[in-house]
């Protein structure tokens, strides 16, 4: 996805602009990156921050792991809710 379909689709998400190309995620929210990676997907679950720079973009977690990758490779952006039920719960605040 190219950076600037890429940053549209940011904005219609529940982040919330930071300066410059950041972006925070609510933790009650569900955010995943689907990248591909040859023949294969790769899913980075529980985004809490995303920074663009260039072409290189940076996805933080829950976990605090931080992914780097090449904003071309983004396939698409999983938004959804997260309930208590679903086995995904936000780690502590």
Not at 37 to 50: C, P, V
Not at 66 to 81: G, K, M, P, T, W
Request: glycine share 12%; with cysteine; aromatic share 6%.
């Amino acid at each position: 996805m190219d950076k600037e379909s890429l940053t549209a689709v940011l904005k219609e998400t529940s982040a919330k602009a930071e300066r410059g190309e950041r972006f925070n995620f609510d933790p009650s929210r569900g955010l995943a990156l689907l990248v591909g990676t040859g023949g294969s997907l790769l899913a980075i679950e529980r985004i809490t921050k995303i920074a663009l720079r260039g072409t290189c973009l940076t996805a933080e977690t829950e976990r605090g792991e931080r992914y780097f990758v090449d904003a071309d490779r983004i396939v698409a952006l999983r938004e959804h809710s997260v309930s208590s039920g679903s086995g995904f719960l936000p780690g502590p605040g």
